[in-house]
């Protein structure tokens, strides 16, 4: 990393410490409907479970029941760590998703996107409710499923393209608020393949349908689960 970079990521790191560091010292839980949980952490694990799983809307959600439950038991009825760990995981998201942005834009850009999506501002609303990790865990997943497939695309290792979407699966069983993103991994491999290896020849309809059709089944499956 150059003197540059160093300064501007350096004034970025600055200025989020300056606004997470009261959040994270004096922050509370957040508003949530389900905030009983954390104050009835010390009833165990199998019983936050099974409370979790009988709640309206949460057995659809099984990843997040239990990474929900793991926590509780943990963090107990503060919210520092719970502060702390949604944090951890909505930044880990951002500089997943900014190394897409520079592949596809520009390290301009990226650092652009590392630095707004960062910020309280743009990031999502989701990380103030400071408890519900399987939220900001979902986004994490399917951040992690573009890496993938972004890896399948340019070293073709099959066993990338699988990674892919088991972490897109985790992502729609943590929370499916990431049901819109799943667009980008039809959009994202389909640019990549047409632009890394430029075959005029290649059957675009072959290709595409190659990255849809396993979106498709996910959700397909998501909907059978859920109802």
């Known amino acids: 990393m150059n003197r540059r970079s160093l300064v501007l990521f350096s004034i970025i790191a600055l200025i989020l410490v300056t606004i997470y560091g009261p959040f994270v010292l004096k922050g509370g839980f957040g508003p949530s409907d389900d905030l009983a949980h954390a104050y009835n952490s010390d009833s165990g694990f ?83 409710s400071s408890y519900m990790v399987g939220y900001t865990l979902s986004v994490f997943f399917w951040a992690l499923s573009l890496i993938f497939i972004k890896k399948y695309v340019i070293s ?30 039809v959009l994202l ?6 632009h890394s290896k430029c075959e005029e020849d290649s059957n675009i309809i072959a290709v595409g349908l190659k990255y849809l059709l396993p979106v498709v089944a996910l959700m397909l499956l998501f909907f059978i689960f859920k109802v």
């Open 46 to 128: 199998a019983s936050q479970i099974n409370s979790l799983l009988t709640s309206k809307g949460s057995a659809s959600r099984p990843l997040s029941v239990v990474i929900h439950s793991i926590t509780f038991s943990l963090f107990g009825d503060s919210p520092r760590p719970y502060i702390i760990l949604q944090l951890i995981i909505w930044f880990a998201s951002v500089a997943l998703l900014s190394r897409i942005v520079n592949l596809m834009f520009g390290r301009l850009s990226a650092v652009l996107f590392l630095f707004f999506g960062a910020i309280p501002i743009f990031s999502s609303g989701i990380i103030f």
């Open 156 to 185: 073709e290792k099959r066993l990338y393209f699988w990674q892919s979407y088991l972490f897109l699966m985790f992502g729609l069983l943590s929370f499916e608020i990431i049901m819109p993103l799943l667009l980008f991994n």
């Open 189 to 194: 491999p389909l640019i990549l393949e047409r």
